[in-house]
């Protein structure tokens, strides 16, 4: 969803409540000459996303995106990250030409039919992960859609369609298809401690994660749209765990909270394995520091992500007692029931020898040193987490630290886009319901 829509718990509880905004007549909106990119057969359109000053005095202030020349100015596509919208197709390009929105998306899928409207070249930066550096990085889909209504706005129709565009921009820009690098919105951590409970948690429980991973061809360890689960008849040592959920048999609770209450949603198919204190089903559900930072525990509301694992995620192997099986978490143990996973595989990152504990961070930016005079320096700020001696943790991928700058240019392309190498260097991890970096000085990889 755009990154300024639901910034709040407020704003949350508003959005998963029910209270669906009021649905737009369909708007005119100006077509132009570009031509989307899109695989042939699919239907799409261009309709330009606004790219405008909103405040003449303030050079900084303009939205939607940043012009870029991605990835020839070296800044280069890896993720696709996946939003579902909260608002109906219509009103969502209409907010993406107002520029005081300062939200974006490259693309825009239809819920009824899985037409697309493309808003943003792929070679810009459209302003849709909430966190910079991703948006660096990636290229947003958004989904007409409600997340707390699910399957009622994710059609077949769409899937399809979304996963031929995911097919077509993975072999245009090299991203493997597979789960480390086609994320969910809600799989992105935020960028400050304070920032990380703001995070939003599209698309949510009810995107069927494995089924759009059986339409782009690659489908995910263990799980499969007709719901068969492999048990784990072998491990590595030390074994990860892919998570992977029968879908449509995993009706797990959820509700919708507001100020006045909370209501259980209707039962439907989920990606959703809870996470527990202790090996045992009425164990209190892991809680979150960003979330719940008076050491309660999480809950079933469907904004509170602290005990969730999502259909494709992979972990470390911590211990297993009966039919449970621990895993390393957010930097804690944390319990699922052995059926809910899958032998996965991968390198495996864990604190160097002789530090207690590392510290964990949302952004893979430069050192202060490698940024010219002529550019701010962003810092990288430590999380509200870290990672003691001796826990493992999935590696994703290795990152030298990068920044790309850019100011409001009037639809040219002068010097001041400016993409600053540090030599700092990063690990991307799966670290909880999200992703997460830690500095590769910190680590060793096991494997
Ligand atoms: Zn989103």
Not at 343 to 355: A, E, F, I
Not at 423 to 445: G, K, L
Request: hydrophobic share 40%.
């Amino acid at each position: 969803m755009p990154a300024a829509l639901l910034g709040t718990a407020v704003a949350l509880a508003a959005a998963v409540s029910g209270a669906q905004p009021a649905i737009a007549e369909p708007s005119s909106a100006p077509q132009t000459a570009d031509k989307p990119e899109c695989s042939i057969g699919l239907s799409c359109r261009f309709i330009p996303a606004a790219y405008a000053q909103t405040d003449p005095s303030k050079p900084a202030a303009y939205g939607n995106y940043h012009k870029a020349d991605r990835p020839r100015d070296g800044d280069d596509i890896r993720y696709i990250v996946i939003h579902d919208t909260e608002e109906r197709y219509d009103r969502a390009i209409a907010r993406f030409q107002d520029p005081h929105a300062r939200v974006s998306t490259h693309y825009l899928i239809r819920s009824s039919d899985g037409e697309i409207t493309q808003l943003v070249h792929t070679k810009d930066i459209a302003h849709q992960a909430g966190n910079y550096w991703f948006n660096m990085h990636s290229i947003g889909i958004e989904h007409e859609g409600v997340l707390a209504d699910g399957a009622h706005w994710y059609t077949e129709a769409m899937y399809q369609s979304s996963a031929r565009l995911v097919r077509y921009l993975a072999a245009r820009y090299h991203i493997p298809l597979d789960r480390e690098h086609i994320l969910g919105h809600e799989e992105i951590p935020g960028t400050t401690p304070a920032g990380v409970a703001a995070m939003h948690y599209d698309p949510g429980p009810y995107w069927d994660w494995a089924h759009y991973f059986d339409l782009l061809g690659a489908p995910l360890r263990g799980a499969s749209s007709d719901g068969v689960a492999l048990l784990a008849a072998h491990f590595a040592d030390p074994p990860v765990l892919t998570i992977a959920p029968r879908f449509a048999k995993n009706a797990e609770p959820l509700r919708s909270c507001t100020t006045q209450g909370c209501t259980d949603l209707p039962a439907q198919g989920s990606n959703v394995i809870y996470l527990r204190t202790e090996p045992r089903a009425d164990a209190p559900l892991v809680g979150d520091p960003a979330l719940h930072p008076d050491g309660s525990p999480g809950t079933t509301w469907v904004a509170d992500w602290s005990a969730r694992a999502v259909a494709g995620q992979s972990f470390v192997v911590a211990a297993r007692r009966g039919k449970w099986t621990a895993i390393w978490f957010g930097g804690r143990l944390a319990w699922l029931e052995s059926r809910a996973g899958a032998p996965g595989y991968g390198p495996l990152v864990t604190p160097r020898p002789g530090r207690s504990a590392i510290p964990v961070y949302g952004t893979a930016y430069p050192e202060a040193d490698a940024y010219p005079a002529t550019v701010p320096v962003t810092t990288v700020v430590p999380l509200q987490y870290t990672i003691p001696a001796g826990q493992l943790y999935f590696g994703v991928e290795p990152h030298r630290s990068d920044y790309y700058y850019a100011e409001f240019d009037g639809g040219t392309m002068p010097g001041y886009h400016t993409l600053v190498l540090g030599d700092r260097r990063f690990v991307e991890i799966s670290f909880n319901h999200r992703h997460a970096f830690v500095d590769a000085a910190d680590v060793v990889i096991v494997r």
